[in-house]
């Protein structure tokens, strides 16, 4: 799997937009961008999942740079339920022989100010 | 919403005995996995499960797991004889098609005491 590099944390206001950024250079043609999240004492939850388009889904935006070495997680309107862990995957799948690993890393602990 | 459904929420057992985790993954999703996290510490990756059979393995995952899909909803992960480091956070998760979103279970807390 290609590599991903996050800050570790940041942090952000409520109602205010959020851009969680992520940096996956060595990521190849087929490798999928997925960011998942984990709040306190919960399992992963997916949030999106893009490839080369931006995405957008009812929980976020997902800009993908154009050169795919980067990406960049929007959050519209934070909330206190957004605090979180949040995770950037570069996910591999060459000819179908990976059969969905994530490999996770530290992530991005977000903190939302009242 | 659908989800994934694992039991039980903790277990407390004694190191060198068995434990089984049950999850039920959503019903149409055809890709099973497990994973684990020591407290504090990443979601590490144990193992998928596609088509009744084991597909990837990490190698945390060792001759003491094992994986079972017995009926046409559980999924389980057994550990033969627990060691103390085994004590972390399972989740199981599961996907419609590999290239999706998964969706992760809420958790089995196992402590080996």
């Known amino acids: 799997d290609a590599k991903t590099t996050q800050p570790n944390s940041m942090e952000s206001n409520e109602e205010e937009p959020v851009h969680l950024p992520c940096n996956h250079s060595t990521i190849s043609g087929t490798d999928y961008i997925h960011w998942y999240r984990q709040l306190p004492s919960q399992g992963p939850e997916y949030v999106i999942h893009g490839l080369t388009s931006n995405v957008n889904n009812r929980m976020a935006s997902l800009a993908i740079a154009e050169d795919r070495k980067s990406s960049t997680l929007i959050l519209h309107r934070a909330t206190l339920r957004d605090a979180a862990v949040y995770y950037c995957?570069?996910?591999?799948?060459?000819?179908?022989?990976?059969?969905?690993?994530?490999?996770f890393g530290q992530g991005t602990i977000l903190t939302v100010h009242p | 919403e659908p989800e994934v459904t694992q039991t039980p929420s903790h277990q407390v057992t004694q190191m060198g005995q068995e434990v089984i985790l049950r999850c039920v993954p959503i019903s149409n999703h055809l890709y099973f996995y497990w994973y684990r996290q020591i407290l504090g510490q990443k979601v590490e990756f144990l193992v998928s499960?596609?088509?009744?059979?084991?597909?990837?393995k990490s190698e945390i995952f060792d001759d003491q797991f094992s994986v079972e899909r017995p009926d046409g909803s559980n999924f389980t992960l057994k550990i033969r004889s627990t060691k103390l480091e085994d004590s972390a956070m399972y989740f199981c998760?599961?996907?419609?098609?590999?290239?999706?979103?998964?969706?992760f279970g809420s958790g089995t807390r196992l402590t080996v005491v």
């Open positions: 499960f596609y088509n009744n059979e084991i597909s990837e």
């Open positions: 998760a599961s996907s419609e098609v590999m290239q999706g979103g998964y969706t």
């Open positions: 995957i570069s996910f591999f799948n060459a000819g179908g022989t990976s059969y969905g690993k994530l490999t």
